[in-house]
C-alpha cells in the first residue's frame, strides 16, 4: 500500500504543476470584460479623487499657470478633486455589443474664452499625462497638434469641453496665447489604453491629463465639404460608426456617403446655393440619398 503512494504521488505533483501552468498562461492572455474593469477602476478613481487637490487658487489671473496635483494633507481645508470634478458618462461597447458606462471626471481649472472643439477636430494642445501613483508618462510642455479622433476616448471627450483663448502675433513673428482653456481630465481604463500596454502605462491603467487647449481647426478627414461631427447620422453626438451605406468606412471617412458612387463633394450643392440638395424632396439630403 505504501509502495503504491510513493509511485503516485510524483505524477500527481507533475499533473498539479502542468495544471497551474496551464492557468498561469490563460489567464494571462484572457482580456477583461470592461463591466468588471471599470468596477475596479471607479474605485481606483474615487480614492484618488478625494485623497488629491490641485493648485486651484493659481487659475484666478490669465498667465501660463501648470496644474500640479498634490496629495491632500490630513484634515486639511483645501478642496479635493472630487469636490471641484464634474462628471460626464460615456459609453464603452464591450465584445458582446453592449454599452457599458464609464465615468469621465473633469475640472475646468479655467474656463478658456473662445470656442470649444468638437471631439473629431484637431487640437493645439501642451498636456501632462500621469497615472494614478502620480507618475508622468507623457509631457508636452510645448503645444502639439493632435487629431482627436485618433486620441483616447477620455482625452477627446475631455478636451471638447475646453475652451481656447485669444492669441496674438508679437513683434519677433512668435504667437501668444492667453486666456485660454486649462483642464484636468480623469478617466478609467476603458477610455483609455485598457488592455493595451503603451509606452511607460501598464495594461489596464485609469489616467489622468492636465491639458491647456490654444487653438483648433474645424475638421473634414475625408475632405467631402462636411465636416466631420457633422457626419454623425444618428445624432448621438458622436460621428463615430456612423456609416450609411454600410461599407464599414464610418462616413467621416467616406467620400462617397451613400455609395451611389457619385462622390459627397459633387452631390452636396449641385447648384452652389449653399443649401444641401434634396432632389426629391424626401427629407434624405442627395449625399445620403443612393436614389437621388
Ligand atoms: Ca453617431
Ligand atoms: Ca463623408
Ligand atoms: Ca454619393
Ligand atoms: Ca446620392
Redesign the pocket.
Known amino acids: 500500500m505504501k509502495k503504491k503512494l510513493f509511485l503516485l504521488l510524483p505524477f500527481f505533483f507533475i499533473f498539479l504543476q502542468c495544471k497551474k501552468d496551464d492557468d498561469t498562461s490563460e489567464s494571462e492572455y484572457v482580456i477583461r470584460e470592461y463591466s468588471d474593469q471599470v468596477i475596479l477602476d471607479q474605485s481606483i478613481l474615487e480614492e484618488y479623487l478625494q485623497t488629491h487637490t490641485y493648485n486651484y487658487e493659481d487659475f484666478n489671473n490669465n498667465s501660463n499657470i501648470d496644474v500640479k496635483i498634490n496629495k491632500l494633507s490630513d484634515n486639511s481645508s483645501r478642496q479635493s478633486l472630487l469636490d471641484m470634478a464634474s462628471l460626464k458618462s460615456i459609453n464603452v461597447k464591450d465584445s458582446n455589443g453592449n454599452d457599458v458606462a464609464h465615468n469621465l471626471y473633469y475640472i475646468i481649472a479655467r474656463e478658456g474664452s473662445n470656442t470649444s472643439p468638437s471631439i473629431v477636430d484637431s487640437v493645439y494642445v501642451a498636456y501632462e499625462g500621469k497615472l494614478t501613483s502620480g507618475e508622468s508618462f507623457d509631457k508636452r510642455k510645448f503645444p502639439v497638434w493632435i487629431d482627436l479622433a485618433n486620441s483616447l476616448k477620455g482625452f477627446r471627450e475631455g478636451v471638447s469641453e475646453l475652451k481656447t483663448g485669444v492669441y496674438s502675433e508679437n513683434s519677433n513673428g512668435t504667437i501668444e496665447y492667453n486666456s485660454f482653456g486649462v483642464g484636468i481630465f480623469i478617466f478609467p481604463s476603458g477610455l483609455g489604453y485598457f488592455e493595451n500596454i503603451s509606452s511607460g502605462i501598464p495594461e489596464y491603467s485609469p489616467l489622468i491629463f492636465s491639458v491647456k487647449l490654444m487653438t483648433y481647426n474645424d475638421t473634414d478627414h475625408d475632405n467631402d465639404g462636411v465636416l466631420s461631427i457633422f457626419e454623425d447620422i444618428d445624432g448621438d453626438g458622436s460621428p463615430f460608426e456612423d456609416d450609411s ?1 454600410g461599407d464599414r468606412i464610418w462616413n467621416m471617412y467616406d467620400s ?9 463633394i ?2 452636396l450643392d449641385k447648384n452652389n446655393d449653399t443649401i444641401i440638395d434634396d432632389t426629391d424632396n424626401d427629407g434624405i439630403p ?5 436614389d437621388n
Open positions: 451605406d462617397d456617403d451613400d455609395g451611389d458612387g457619385i462622390l459627397t459633387n452631390e442627395d449625399y445620403l440619398d443612393p
